[in-house]
């Protein structure tokens, strides 16, 4: 790297000598002081850089409270607060970054023995915590998964949020457990053989509580996201903000020893600089992985059917390790459900789900009628394991108005076949908490916005965005704490037929893991013949 | 490919039976009709396929007018005109594409032989037309050059343009000669063994005169360009769009003999899709190769630094021949003028010619002081043959002010340098028309708009332009009739010091072409040693 503003940590750090050190970036400011809430009210200035870094030393214990001045007007808290304990508009908390670590023999895991359970913290356990999740290691130790996959647990509006709300990305939501509930849960899974994979959202910021604006020219005009302003990735100052996401990369998985990243929707990070982002992430990560020896995985969650993205650098790849594929879902589901509006209109024959597992990307360059244009790439030579499948997962359960789990579209048999398809392929599969033991609780989209024109707002979303699928009924409101409640685990595993969905689950895992056949990720390791629409697949 | 919109050639064509087809993309239109207006007005239904185009023949004689109604109200010219006697804004012509060529010899150029001369039709020659150049082949031939490169010859608003508000992509400019007198002076260019170039602008349409929106959704606002609206190359709907420009590109390859294409600002052809617009350009222009066995270059105008654009597929890249190189421009010009103001503050020292000679991009991942970011991607195995270099063209000529050519800022002495540096270096160079003899008249931006309003709004536009070069005095009124014809050559080539640098220029480019120490286009057929701030380079 040639430029200082690149690996610049931003935010409150303990330095040797036990100060703090404060950084942030607000290029455009005149003057930044640090102002000490709590304990003792009192005031900082701050010097500038060249690159518009301001930063300051002091002698300040963990717990306190802080937010920067603006030029001697606005109070803002810290864009990489670690902790906001209060909320998104609260002051920031000083954290100490200790913590007593026992998985120094834990090394990473392989891509390609990846069996990836995702779960969302507050509606996984009945505490609806990192805690809960600890309580249940033993459990997903039993099931056989190799990886959990925590929906994003950055600072969000109140405390009921999917995550992708979040205004605070350094932060931990403070209901989950904070900065060390985050930390036992990662050292817990790894003492249980368990990596823990967390999302991470870097397209967009959630709509309240993001002050980004305030402190520099985060955002661009020249893209639009489905989620407003798009992040400044290639413009003037853009290096700051690259840095801030680079640097929340480093620190989940070098600080919170994380095994790797989900990254949401990759096709909204709007980048047409010849250094893509996603390709600099990933050289801070291989330099990471030098420096430490444990080894991280990124994953792209992506729209493109785009092959750019995962390719090596060689073939002008950026290099991710895997990418998420929505279609196989969209193949398998729309045969089984016989669903075929909205996004479905581009599957429901058996030919997608061949096409699915032979050449990965359904659409590779043929004509969607649902996006009204040729779409998409082919893969040629990518392995199976650089793509993650699934026939359930967050955005496929709730992202239905009902939030209504395969478990009760389809009978138990085709719910076995869609378990079967998604564990025993060559693929990384991926599950979503609950299916394995067949749960009949909805996973609806749930928030707990403070400001309630923000409620409606949302609320109006929801209706829009369902407009298509020609939904009639109540519909549940986000907002609501009943949609939250609702979507918990129920964890009724003991009786029939979620106890032998539960053995089922656990034995094609094992499958996976013990038989040869299933083993090979290549691509030429799996050969594919479809029957037309005799719905057979060999 | 897969989908028959691809490849749709739309706009009147005469078929075996001498009839004319009539096909035009407008997908959203409920009704659309061909209204001949000349020499017999009659309106006639035309029938829609699947994918919005719609289509009729007729027995219409070239020179008949038309234009097409949109559900019986608007009517509109042909989007893809062939001619518009009239205005951008009056009926379309229909025109027979017959032509009897002598070029069949003529199988296009490599590139490594490229020797660009760049011109402006209007302002070349005396004549301001297609036949004032082929009245200069001679002259040109002697000069050693071999290949023209034509800026923009689509049809523009009223009579005075660059070119680049061009509202009829497919259409040749009227007062330049129109059809009939492009396709004589490329065969006559073939005839004298000289290539002809064309500039063409995919990234944006005219202010004035384009009605693509009434036709369908060509535009979208998920990008903006500096220019406006920026074109729908990925959205729902876009392969109507990249269609288009496909067969624009075509039609002057393949119906014009064209041997080149240079397309303007490609920075702009916003475009996120796997299958990248550039990419599938370049695959049309193959295929077209293998049919005609005749050599096409494809050179893109490029501000990223980036060589995906040129890069083969192998390496994940869009496989142009070659991009235009302003750094190198830059860094000449700031060491022979000492200007540093606006983006020369990037430039200015030695060092930066030896970098644009060594690494091509000067700014290959370094921190840009006048963009505020790192900038730029590394050139490794690109041969110095892909990337066309200048210290003189319409831009950096027209984009001064006062339009000044570099005759006019530095001593005779470092105009020869300048020359040399750019004729014997081991890139494509290209000489902007009248630098070959010093030329002194201005290169001045003009237009003719119809439409005072849109007149003052370029003015306006060019004093902020120009905010940052802190230029004080009267600026040139672009809509004025004398900032054209201040800009034609004078052609005062017979005195000194004209005649002497004609025959320089000759020497330079015959020595390019004899010498073999100089036709090395391999990376490491040349040493660049620079020593400091010295003025020297070896």
Same mark, same amino acid.
């Given at each position: 790297?040639?430029?200082? #503003? ?27 002081? @640090?102002?000490?809430? $709590? ?26 409270? &802080?937010?920067? +001045? ?16 209060? #909320? ?20 990473? +895991?392989?891509?390609?023995?990846? @069996? ?16 809960? +999740? ?10 056989? +998964? ?8 950055? =600072? ?23 900065? =060390?509930?985050?930390?036992?849960? @990662? ?8 990596? @823990?994979? /967390?999302?991470?959202?870097?397209? $967009? ?39 801030? &996401? ?12 994380? *095994?790797? /990243? ?70 398998? $589901? ?66 239905? /108005?009902?939030? *209504? ?11 076995? /076949? ?34 309630? =024109? ?24 986000? =907002?609501?704490?009943?949609?939250? *409640? ?53």
């Amino acid at each position: 790297m040639s430029h200082h #503003s690149l690996y610049q940590r931003t935010g409150a750090f303990y330095n040797q000598n036990g100060d703090c050190d404060f950084v942030v970036w607000a290029p455009f400011r005149k003057k930044v002081d @640090v102002c000490i809430t $709590h304990p003792q009210p009192q005031t900082w200035p701050m010097q500038q850089d060249d690159f518009g870094y301001w930063s300051v030393t002091l002698p300040i214990a963990p717990g306190a409270r &802080y937010v920067f +001045i603006l030029d001697g007007e606005l109070q803002r808290p810290d864009p990489a607060s670690l902790s906001q304990p209060d #909320s998104v508009h609260g002051a920031s908390e000083v954290v100490s970054r200790d913590f007593e670590w026992h998985d120094a023999d834990w090394a990473g +895991i392989e891509k390609r023995d990846l @069996v990836i359970y995702e779960l969302h913290t507050g509606t996984f356990s009945p505490e609806h915590t990192f805690e809960g +999740i600890i309580n249940k290691l033993d459990y997903l130790q039993q099931l056989g +998964i190799t990886a959990i996959e925590l929906m994003p647990v950055n =600072q969000f509006p109140g405390k009921r949020n999917w995550g992708y709300d979040g205004a605070y990305p350094f932060a931990v939501q403070h209901n989950y457990g904070g900065v =060390q509930g985050l930390k036992r849960l @990662v050292d817990a899974a790894h003492l249980a053989g368990i990596a @823990v994979i /967390l999302d991470v959202v870097y397209n $967009h910021l959630g709509p309240d509580g993001n002050y980004l604006n305030d402190f520099g020219p985060y955002f661009t005009d020249k893209y639009k996201t489905p989620w407003g302003a798009a992040l400044n990735y290639d413009s003037a100052w853009c290096d700051g903000v690259r840095n801030y &996401y680079l640097q929340n990369a480093l620190q989940w998985l070098d600080e919170f020893h994380i *095994d790797g /990243l989900r990254m949401d929707a990759v096709h909204a990070i709007w980048d047409f600089s010849a250094h893509h982002f996603m390709q600099q992430l990933k050289e801070a990560v291989q330099a990471l992985e030098q420096q430490t020896g444990s080894k991280k995985i990124l994953i792209a969650e992506i729209d493109l059917n785009n092959t750019r993205y995962i390719n090596p650098a060689e073939k002008g790849g950026y290099n991710l390790d895997a990418q998420w594929i929505d279609e196989f879902h969209h193949a398998v $589901h729309s045969v089984l459900t016989g669903e075929v509006n909205g996004y479905y209109e581009d599957f429901g024959k058996m030919l997608h789900i061949e096409k699915a597992f032979r050449d990965t990307y359904v659409y590779n360059g043929n004509y969607s009628v649902h996006r009204k244009k040729n779409f998409g790439s082919s893969v040629v030579e990518n392995p199976y394991d650089q793509f993650v499948v699934f026939t359930q997962n967050h955005d496929q359960t709730g992202n239905r /108005l009902m939030g *209504d789990r395969l478990g009760t579209l389809v009978s138990y048999e085709a719910l076995k /076949l869609a378990a079967a398809a998604t564990l025993l392929s060559p693929y990384i599969p991926l599950l979503f908490m609950g299916e394995e033991y067949g749960e009949k609780n909805p996973f609806l989209f749930f928030v707990d916005h403070e400001n309630e =024109q923000l409620a409606e707002i949302v609320r109006k979303g929801r209706r829009e965005e369902f407009a298509y699928f020609k939904f009639e009924g109540d519909f549940p409101d986000p =907002q609501d704490v009943s949609s939250f *409640d609702r979507s918990v685990l129920s964890w009724n595993i003991q009786e029939n037929p979620a106890a032998t969905m539960l053995a089922y689950y656990q034995t094609l895992i094992q499958l996976r893991k013990t038989h040869t056949a299933l083993q090979g990720r290549g691509r030429n390791s799996m050969q594919v013949q479809g029957f037309g629409d005799s719905k057979l697949l060999v």
